[in-house]
């Protein structure tokens, strides 16, 4: 189990109100935390589920299902216990109601239903892309988020998304997603290939580091000129070459990844090439798009926001095209409920809610 690094809160100072719950549990993390009406954390606590997942080398729904269902009481204890509330404080409850695994949403989304309807307290169904498109304005230090700007451009980039949506006002507009895979699912089936163990993309991103990205260069799908992605074609490419290598040099996949076992230059160096052309496509795209409209602002959100050259890419991007950048927080990038939570304050605001003997989880759901 895994807290955020936000300060406890001095026990003698109430919360400011509305405080509310945040459930996220559309994959393999449960999290629960706890925010005050500015937004500020008071607990973001995230319960991985690396260990059981990791011996079939994914996410395994059911076994998915089963553990949401084990951390809930110590996640959500923790969260309260670090929060200095009872849940009978809690004034909103909200949770992630899709995209994501069905059986692992309908745990966090019944779990809030619940808690709402039981307490007689609102109740927000956040949609997970929601979440992320505005965890790049959550403060670490405990302190209130930021405002969220009336425009801005937002990149979400994940195991399930690669999307690039336009904030204008209260209206949100998709501009592009992926055709096929989504960016984070590209490193991890990369990674899985080459033997790294679950979650691949950010080892693929630690050896991508040492490695020499112009030995195998890849290219970059011209997606007919629109601002759309596609990460299958380059995975597909990446695997092909993978190949090449090993029957060129007598290689055997999987690679135990170990000391005694490294995984030879050539496979790292080809690491480096996909992930270099994996963020050039992601750059290229917001070429495009500045050629087409103005954009002020960048907000970077989603797993994949960790990765280290697409973190020093986009800077060097924003700086040169004259975009202001606001990349996650690295503790926030992966999935996490003070994301959700503080969606579902931006709702509450706005005076919304939904229904919590109604409302259903959809593993799908356009946003
Ligand atoms: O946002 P997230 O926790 O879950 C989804 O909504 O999908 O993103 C998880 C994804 C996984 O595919 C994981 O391998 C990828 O983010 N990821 C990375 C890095 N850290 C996490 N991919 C590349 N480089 C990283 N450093
Ligand atoms: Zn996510």
């Known amino acids: ?19 509310v719950l945040g459930i996220e549990s559309s994959c393999d993390d449960t999290a629960c935390a706890v925010l005050d009406g500015r937004g500020a954390i008071l607990a973001s606590v995230v319960s991985s589920q690396i260990d059981a997942h990791r011996p079939y080398g994914g996410v395994v729904p059911e076994i998915a299902s089963r553990e949401h269902l084990k951390n809930w009481p110590p996640v959500s204890s923790e969260a309260l216990r670090r929060a200095g509330i009872e849940m009978g404080e809690v004034d909103v409850v909200a949770a992630t109601s899709g995209p994501g695994l069905v059986g692992s949403l309908l745990v966090g989304l019944t779990l809030g239903r619940a808690i709402a309807y039981g307490l007689e307290r609102p109740f927000q169904a956040v949609h997970h892309i929601e979440g992320h498109l505005y965890s790049p304005f959550l403060a670490t230090d405990g302190g209130p988020a930021d405002a969220i700007p009336e425009r801005f451009i937002g990149l979400v980039v994940s195991g399930g998304h690669t999307s690039l949506l336009r904030l204008d006002g209260a209206e949100v507009t998709t501009l592009a997603e992926t055709r096929d895979d989504a960016i984070g699912e590209a490193f991890d089936k990369i990674g899985k290939r080459v033997g790294l163990a679950y979650p691949q993309g950010p080892r693929v991103d630690v050896l ?22 596609s990460y299958s074609g380059l995975k597909t490419q990446t695997l092909v070459t993978l190949e090449g290598i090993c029957r060129e040099r007598g290689f055997e996949t999987p690679f135990a990844d170990t000391d005694e076992e490294p995984v030879p230059p050539e496979v790292v160096d080809l690491l480096a090439g996909f992930r270099a052309a994996a963020v050039r496509q ?62 579902a304050l931006l709702r509450h605001r706005q005076g919304r809610s939904d229904d919590p003997l109604t409302v259903e989880a959809a593993s799908r759901a356009p946003f």
């Open 1 to 19: 189990m895994s807290v955020s690094e936000s300060p406890e809160r001095p026990p003698e100072r109430p919360p400011e109100r509305p405080v």
């Open 208 to 229: 991508a580091e040492e490695g020499d990205p112009k030995r195998y260069p890849l290219p970059v799908p011209h997606c007919g000129g629109t601002l759309d992605f």
């Open 282 to 343: 992601i750059v290229r795209r917001l070429e495009r798009l500045v050629e087409r409209e103005t954009v002020e602002l960048l907000a970077v959100s989603g797993g994949v926001a960790a990765n280290r050259l697409l973190r020093r890419e986009l800077e060097r991007w924003a700086a040169q095209a004259g975009v202001a950048l606001r990349l996650v927080p690295l503790a926030f990038a992966g999935d996490n409920a003070a994301m959700i939570a503080h969606a």
